[in-house]
């Protein structure tokens, strides 16, 4: 269970994360959500380790996170996809995997082997099933089109075993049929892997379809969390970000 107690940051006069606390239940499935600037991916930075909070607790089953570095946060269990395709773009799909799983090993204090052992080849194989990358395995990663350079930095992420998986904007720069295979990819892997999963997303369509819950943030403070139904009509909500009503309505 991810627990946040009143967490904050500021940044110079502005409140981006304003005593934030909040539970993800094990296995849950979350969108965060807010206008430009409401402290989205502040909030994430602050899980993952990349900003230091001003004050308060990331419980992770009870164990206090905040202030650790960001491979420490990694190794307890919080997971986040980053950019990696593009770092490594002379990298094939396989190669780019079973390097990740080496390197996580090695921290873990496995030898380093000439050859990859059984376990780190599995690993590796999962990830790639999971999210439908198996059949591109030899391409290196600057081949890959937008969306499937986005589902590598996510297997990359899934490869180290995280309890909790963190997704800033999985679709963005994306056309709406990528978007939504994208989106796809994520639900499958949260509902096969059971692990707790929090998207920062903009596009309302797909908030509303599969997102269980919802959280909203508006100026670094939470304005409403609940289900799809109790977010499109909450007042606050409508008047902050959705708009009228008939917008919210339409958004689903
Ligand atoms: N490193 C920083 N230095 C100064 N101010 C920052 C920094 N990072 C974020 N902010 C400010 O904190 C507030 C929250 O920003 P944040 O990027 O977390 O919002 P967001 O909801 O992710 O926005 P967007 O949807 O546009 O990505 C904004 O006012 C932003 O200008």
New binding site residues.
Partial sequence: MLEIRGLSKS??G?K?TDNVSLDFADGSLTAVI?P???????FFNLITGALKPDSGQILLDGVDMAGRTPPDIVRHGIGRAFQVASIFPSLTVHETMLAAVCADQRRAGVLHRRFPLAETRDRAEHAMELLGLASKRDRTAATLSHGDQKLLDIALALVLEPKVLLLDEPTAGMGTEERWRMIDKVHELWQKQKITVVFIEHDMDIVFKIAPEIVV?CY?RILATGTPDAIRRDPAVIEAYLGTEHQAEAAL
């Fill in positions: 940044f110079g502005v981006a807010g430009n600037g409401a402290g989205k991916s502040t943030l670094g």
